[in-house]
């Protein structure tokens, strides 16, 4: 199997069996055939069937222990060498079952795994998860199989299931219960089954082709199961989801409390701790979120900003700025373009909103030097700003709003508050210049690490252009900005890579094409599927490519593409 795009761990992929080939999610029996044989007694031709399942012994999901022990101590001796799909029983100790596979992989390849006991297994939310992210975690290129009801299909196929065998399904087609939309709850009478599993499964991997998956997984929220596991999975596997989630590129909906912790959200706060350095600044300003984005196109950030240069004048070059929202938390005024997320607003904050951005406000508020606070703000920010001056030691200075942060009141208390402060904030050109560079700079820190945007764009570079800025260094072009998108130039990655020792892919051959995970001899951790990436020979940066993998997978992966080559130096 070939991995073709990736939402979280759930991926589009290329099946290539003899002279057939099928893409992923698929239904078993519908897409291609698998062998019904599931015990010692299996046929001797194996030709009429794609996948041969080896033989397995009867094992439930409750089966004692040692009887479990002696089961994979037969099933450890078996020649599988004429068999490319494998027989995994889910059983309640995980840690064993990993042994066994373990053992299994270490003298076999397969192309397929069955995994058994599903039905019984997707009601331990906890394994479900474990043993699912267990299995993918072994090999990117095995395709997993389970037997589930079509109205799990979004949920498993973004945990990490690739196709689902269909053949239980006929049970519901003999007591004439047809699926809906909203089975298990509701149903119809007839036979539908097999067609509802199609219509399942074609819109999921149109979700996926879209980058629309987990928004399809947060609609199909039909059994205490999906909340249930979803909740385990963002919890206690927010790393395993986060590194397979391409970066964010259109607009995220937050629909529903599960859209809280999606891994887009998980990454937003992690690299705002670890990724943003705040520029030199002699004040810090605090401000609540506005519908539009970015903030800085909105009608009250258009006001806060005039209110701002009657206060301040040239000085406004010498502040800086945060944005209080939810589930981001916080957004640095320079990473405004890709905060893209739409969310309902009613004025009502959880208590996990409120503490999980104060939090993250305390920590960023940490990174400053002793410099006035001033926040204006109203509703629950006042709440998330009080909490992080307590948990950082910072004091913060609160602006006297009366009927909403664009009230005329509420304006001139802000430029009265700032005027108060008594400070004298001159900006010249270098300090426009200054806070021009470092709008651009954080891009490329978000994106590659702190260091990156000083790389590119270091204090001797010329920019060219209005609206596409070019950026040079040295008559040399490092890369292009134009409202929070970029683009790297072999020199510029090279530059990048010198600084940061990051987002690399080390090969040690002439590349002509595109880089296979065959060929890969390390790649950066750091990697997520559709980050740029440096493609490194010697220490030299020989191309610059989008990562279809991550750097993770890169390394298990045997076959299929690892990063699309779009520039060679």
């Known amino acids: 199997?070939?991995?073709?795009?990736?939402?979280?761990?759930?991926?589009?992929?290329?099946?290539?069996?003899?002279?057939?080939?099928?893409?992923?999610?698929?239904?078993?029996?519908?897409?291609?055939?698998?062998?019904?044989?599931?015990?010692?007694?299996?046929?001797?031709?194996?030709?009429?069937?794609?996948?041969?399942?080896?033989?397995?012994?009867?094992?439930?999901?409750?089966?004692?222990?040692?009887?479990?022990?002696?089961?994979?101590?037969?099933?450890?001796?078996?020649?599988?060498?004429?068999?490319?799909?494998?027989?995994?029983?889910?059983?309640?100790?995980?840690?064993?079952?990993?042994?066994?596979?373990?053992?299994?992989?270490?003298?076999?390849?397969?192309?397929?795994?069955?995994?058994?006991?599903?039905?019984?297994?997707?009601?331990?939310?906890?394994?479900?998860?474990?043993?699912?992210?267990?299995?993918?975690?072994?090999?990117?290129?095995?395709?997993?199989?389970?037997?589930?009801?079509?109205?799990?299909?979004?949920?498993?196929?973004?945990?990490?299931?690739?196709?689902?065998?269909?053949?239980?399904?006929?049970?519901?087609?003999?007591?004439?219960?047809?699926?809906?939309?909203?089975?298990?709850?509701?149903?119809?009478?007839?036979?539908?089954?097999?067609?509802?599993?199609?219509?399942?499964?074609?819109?999921?991997?149109?979700?996926?082709?879209?980058?629309?998956?987990?928004?399809?997984?947060?609609?199909?929220?039909?059994?205490?199961?999906?909340?249930?596991?979803?909740?385990?999975?963002?919890?206690?596997?927010?790393?395993?989801?986060?590194?397979?989630?391409?970066?964010?590129?259109?607009?995220?909906?937050?629909?529903?409390?599960?859209?809280?912790?999606?891994?887009?959200?998980?990454?937003?706060?992690?690299?705002?701790?670890?990724?943003?350095?705040?520029?030199?600044?002699?004040?810090?300003?605090?401000?609540?979120?506005?519908?539009?984005?970015?903030?800085?196109?909105?009608?009250?950030?258009?006001?806060?900003?005039?209110?701002?240069?009657?206060?301040?004048?040239?000085?406004?070059?010498?502040?800086?700025?945060?944005?209080?929202?939810?589930?981001?938390?916080?957004?640095?005024?320079?990473?405004e373009w890709l905060a893209k997320y739409d969310i309902v607003v009613t004025g009502h904050w959880s208590e996990e909103e409120i503490s999980s951005a104060a939090e993250l406000l305390a920590k960023i508020l940490e990174k400053y030097p002793d410099i006035p606070i001033v926040a204006h703000l109203d509703e629950a920010y006042v709440e998330i700003a009080k909490r992080a001056s307590e948990m950082s030691g910072k004091e913060i200075i609160f602006v006297p709003v009366k009927n909403g942060t664009t009230s005329r009141e509420s304006l001139n208390a802000l430029k009265k508050t700032l005027e108060e402060l008594g400070l004298d904030l001159k900006a010249g050109k270098e300090d426009r210049t200054y806070r021009f560079y470092e709008n651009i700079r954080k891009i490329f820190d978000f994106y590659f690490g702190i260091g990156a945007g000083g790389a590119v764009l270091p204090d001797d570079a010329q920019i060219k252009g209005s609206r596409m800025l070019r950026i040079f260094v040295e008559g040399k072009q490092t890369g292009t900005f134009q409202d929070g998108v970029i683009s790297v130039t072999p020199y510029g990655m090279q530059r990048i890579y010198e600084a940061t020792k990051s987002y690399y892919v080390r090969i040690d051959f002439d590349l002509r094409g595109d880089v296979f995970a065959v060929g890969v001899n390390e790649a950066d951790s750091k990697i997520r599927p559709d980050d740029l990436v440096a493609v490194v020979r010697d220490e030299q940066v020989v191309a610059v490519g989008k990562a279809v993998l991550s750097g993770e997978e890169m390394i298990k992966a045997r076959r299929g593409v690892a990063v699309k080559v779009k520039k060679r130096a």
């Open 1 to 335: 199997m070939e991995i073709l795009k990736h939402e979280g761990p759930g991926r589009l992929g290329l099946v290539r069996l003899k002279d057939k080939s099928f893409r992923t999610p698929a239904l078993v029996n519908v897409d291609f055939t698998l062998s019904p044989f599931n015990s010692y007694f299996y046929p001797k031709d194996f030709s009429e069937y794609d996948f041969n399942l080896a033989p397995s012994i009867p094992i439930s999901f409750y089966t004692p222990s040692e009887i479990v022990e002696k089961a994979f101590s037969r099933l450890t001796n078996i020649d599988y060498s004429n068999f490319n799909a494998f027989y995994l029983p889910a059983i309640r100790d995980v840690e064993r079952l990993e042994r066994f596979l373990d053992e299994i992989l270490a003298n076999n390849s397969f192309d397929a795994l069955y995994l058994g006991n599903s039905k019984v297994l997707v009601k331990d939310y906890r394994r479900f998860v474990q043993t699912l992210r267990m299995i993918r975690e072994k090999d990117p290129n095995l395709m997993i199989i389970t037997d589930l009801e079509p109205f799990f299909y979004p949920l498993a196929v973004y945990l990490g299931v690739d196709a689902f065998d269909t053949r239980s399904l006929k049970l519901y087609d003999f007591h004439k219960k047809a699926f809906t939309m909203y089975s298990p709850l509701l149903w119809e009478e007839g036979e539908n089954s097999l067609e509802f599993a199609e219509k399942v499964i074609s819109l999921v991997r149109r979700a996926l082709e879209e980058g629309k998956l987990r928004y399809l997984v947060e609609n199909f929220f039909y059994t205490q199961s999906h909340a249930g596991i979803l909740r385990i999975a963002d919890k206690e596997h927010s790393g395993y989801l986060e590194k397979y989630t391409p970066i964010q590129k259109d607009t995220v909906y937050f629909i529903s409390d599960a859209s809280q912790n999606r891994p887009e959200v998980k990454r937003w706060h992690q690299r705002v701790i670890e990724r943003f350095d705040p520029p030199k600044a002699e004040l810090l300003l605090l401000f609540p979120c506005s519908a539009k984005k970015p903030y800085s196109r909105s009608r009250s950030h258009t006001l806060y900003r005039k209110a701002l240069q009657e206060a301040l004048g040239s000085g406004i070059y010498k502040i800086h700025e945060l944005i209080l929202t939810s589930p981001f938390g916080v957004v640095p005024r320079e990473w």
